[in-house]
């Protein structure tokens, strides 16, 4: 119960300051409406609608109560509950991401067994070199390589988009050839600190007693990496792939601007411009969900891995 509360509260405060922050922001949602010339009088009474003329303490306990029984609140910008804005463009940010970390963790595992086993050699060397390199780029500028090269020099994939609007009834290949570039600027974001992670574990695991026993005893290398080595590496690259869904997502929300994904990034990105307040807040708080559960679902494949794991209430 002591994780659950923590939690909890963690949920409070960063729901509660970004209400806050995004209250502080000059102009207001009338102004994202109905533009920078609008009239007094249609801002005052655009205002009134929305509660937007009361105290900012009362803004908060009127949210905060409509909260409490289940309603995220009612979307300025698109004029419907919040929660069907967000289930709108949750599911295809989800595809994305499962896409996305699949290819990040497939590559990492690659990366970190080349980088692990030759550590102090020279595959090790280029493996750490081409990490470090991915590492230091800007998640939108990888981004906006890909599509650049990929999607407006050679034109062998769509470069925005989630599908051809030339088609009545996008197929799946349409759909899955839209990704492809989207998955794979967040997976470039995400592999170089996986792989580095994991390879780290190898080299650590492979210095250990009982891999010099197997050793002794003829057990095959690649037995010894699959079997003994892999399992206790990959646990820390497992939790830190649960806890750094905040940092994922910051990218998603660039590679979902840059290639104009309707996503849930794209949409956080729409709302911040637009000052739309509820939707604004009701992201960040599905997020902070969104991270207890991968916090969470981190811990049991931790534990799965390891039956000795515990971890305290």
């Not at 709108?88 to 996305?100: E, F, M, N």
């Not at 999607?151 to 290949?173: E, I, K, N, T, Y």
Request: some cysteine; glycine content about 10%; charged content about 10%.
């Amino acid at each position: 119960m002591g994780r659950v509360a923590e939690a909890i509260a963690t949920l409070f405060f960063l729901v509660t300051l970004t209400f806050l922050l995004a209250h502080a922001v000059p102009d207001g949602p009338a102004y994202a409406i109905l533009g920078l010339k609008i009239s007094p009088e249609r801002l005052n009474a655009l205002n009134t609608q929305f509660g937007l003329d009361a105290p900012l303490w009362r803004q908060y306990a009127t949210w905060l109560w409509h909260l409490l029984h289940g309603n995220l609140g009612f979307s300025y910008l698109q004029t419907r509950p919040v929660a069907a804005v967000i289930g709108a463009y949750a599911g295809r940010t989800v595809v994305l991401y499962t896409v996305a970390t699949a290819l990040a963790a497939v590559a990492a595992i690659g990366f970190g067994w080349l980088h692990g086993v030759f550590y102090r050699s020279w595959p090790g060397r280029v493996c750490s070199g081409i990490e470090l390199f991915l590492y230091a780029m800007p998640g939108f500028f990888i981004a906006t390589v890909l599509g650049m090269v990929f999607g407006s020099w050679l034109h062998v994939l769509p470069a925005c988009g989630m599908a051809d609007l030339h088609q009545a009834a996008p197929g799946l290949a349409d759909r899955m050839a839209h990704m492809v570039l989207p998955a794979s600027s967040m997976a470039l974001f995400v592999t170089p600190w996986l792989a580095r992670i994991f390879a780290q574990g190898v080299h650590e695991e492979f210095s250990r007693d009982y891999v010099r026993t197997a050793r002794a005893r003829g057990v095959g290398f690649g037995s010894i990496l699959l079997r003994h080595v892999t399992p206790n590496a990959i646990r820390p690259m497992v939790t830190m792939l649960g806890l750094s869904l905040p940092a994922i997502f910051s990218g998603n929300v660039v590679v979902e601007s840059v290639f104009d994904y309707p996503g849930i990034g794209w949409l956080l990105w729409r709302s911040a411009v637009a000052h739309d307040y509820p939707v604004l807040v009701g992201i960040v708080l599905v997020l902070g969900v969104a991270t207890m559960l991968g916090n969470l679902a981190a811990d049991l494949v931790n534990a799965w891995l390891d039956p000795r794991v515990t971890y305290a209430e």
